[in-house]
């Protein structure tokens, strides 16, 4: 591949040197725009917020089935305690 010819050379250069390309937008079309940008940020944040929540959600859950002795006896001494006292003396005595 030796030298160019003439046109081709030509093309080329014009190919370079082009001027960049701008496109001219209705003030209705902007504002449709900007909306679908507003819409599809909203979409994200909320999918996001979603996943989140999701996410706690399923961590909460997983730590209150916890179900290995230590849990149940924690289980079993904090229902003890929330029961009255003065239902613990009248009725059983103490």
Known sequence: ???LTRAERRRQEKALAQKPVYYQYT???IEMMKRQ???AEEDRIRERLKDEMEQLVK???ESREAEDEDERMKRALALLMSVPTRILVEKFHW
């Open 37 to 39: 940008a507003v819409k």
């Open 1 to 3: 591949m030796g030298a």
């Open 59 to 61: 961590e909460k859950w």
């Open 27 to 29: 003030a209705s079309q």
